[in-house]
């Protein structure tokens, strides 16, 4: 069993670093959640109005299982920090928490724990508890403990950071007089009243049934309602993908040539498989072959088959792929690196239904739907001669249009989650999603690499999760990919500064080791942003924050060599406009 007095406080100063304010995209993250900076009267507000309209006891449930539900949440960083260090440093990260956030300020009394043997005692000193405050000003001193939301948290978060139900619960409150808040937390069973207190939880599995519900009537109403289901593979909500789907369809039950056009990865076999098994040749083998991975003097024997004899080397007969696909489905992908000679075999298969082998002088009937696709302009190789201008327009009989994933970004999140589930079981591995600054980079990525690559990237991210948590930023991207919106952090005294960059904190060491005064800094500075400018000074001047006055005066200094004092540099003294 660990105890209290080996708890640091320097998480802390860890944590505050983890605040981040977004000023760009209008978003605060905390780690990786999505956190708000609200009004605390605003709050106050609606919690009097759940209070008025649901009754005390019902807005206590509500409140609780809301705290439950954000202390849950923290509890997500206590346990990763707690891959870093001791239990007892990490279990204080909740504490610290529930301090950063404004809710109350926490002190620990008494803390011990054993994560394995399942033991925990904790008593902490709640100050300053926003809840209990506003409780007070509401409704008077109240009879019994009032700080629902904040005993929900203390719950929720020591219950998933122990892994095993933890009860707090108010020993004295601010809304019944005392000057502070403390409470008390043990396994749940070690209160001999516990049963008590378990409806203000129990409801929350009420509520989750709700959902599953409401989940499952969504789910019907899809596969009964107006938009059509998609087969399991084929997934987007998109507009530009609804519209390639529904060409698709189309040519299902025709014979007619398919074309899929589409960058690298945009799923092109997946599209002709899906024609495929649409279609009345579903029962029959669906073959595909990559024209550009298979070497040039290979192609014929590969696609037509070969008798033995043929050339040296062919020691048994056997059939190429047209054979292998007879009344079923050949998908040529990389149709534009197919070598002439192959091109007119293909044409005379595709118009008469019949090859010969290659060394046989024996014809064989065919049937087979050919189904190519390329993210080459097909045109462009015609005219260069490098694709039979009667093969290419026998091929482009239907032509579809597959569009890159970065112009259908609605079903980012759609494919994401359908690979997480496929890669989760694959791996075996139970995780709760993405948090939601893995949910914006996702969206924010371009996605060069298209399907293909998001299917990649978020195996990658569900192999590096520890179970039990939610894929972060990390998991997913390098930190070099992708550009992320200027943040800015919390400093150690708690204000809003700038995050540095890394070449931002080798002229802040030049500068603490003597190598570079801070007057030749400004003047780099002042000098660099001119020349930008193309020496106009008011633009200049906006890039610098400063008024075009207090820029002209700094480079009067500059250029006289007069020697700035230091508060002159840092106060930026107002000149009056000439
Ligand atoms: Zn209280």
Redesign the pocket.
Known sequence: MVRLRSVTRTGSDDLRARVHFCAETGQIWLHEHRMLLVHAEAQASLRKELIDTLGMDRAHGLLTRMGYASGVRDAELARIRAQESSDLDAFMTGPQLHTLEGIVRVTPIRLELDRVAGKFYGEFL?EN?W??QWHRHFYGIHGA???WT?IGYACGYSSAFMGRPILYK?V?????G?NN?RIIGKPMEEWDDFAEYQHFFSRESIADQLFDLQNQVAQLRSTIGAKEKLPADMVGDSPSFRAAYALLKQAANTRIGVLLLGETGVGKELFARCLHDMGPRRDAPFIAINCAAIPHDLMESELFGVEKGAYTGALVSRPGRFERADRGTLFLDEIGDLPLAAQGKLLRVLQEGELERLGDAKTRRIDVRVVAATNHDLRQLVGEGRLRADLYYRLNAWQIEIPPLRQRKEDVRLLAKRFLEKYSAIHGKKLRGFSDKAKRALLDYPWPGNIRELQNIVERGVILAPTGTSIEVDHLFSSCTGEQPREFGLDTNGALGIDRPEGAQRLCDAVLDGALTLDQLEATLIESAVDKAHGNLSSAARMLGLSRPQLAYRLKRLHEGEPAGPEAVLTRPEVPPA
């Open positions: 709640w508890s809840e209990g403990p009032v700080c904040q108010e004295e409150c601010v809304g019944m005392h808040c």
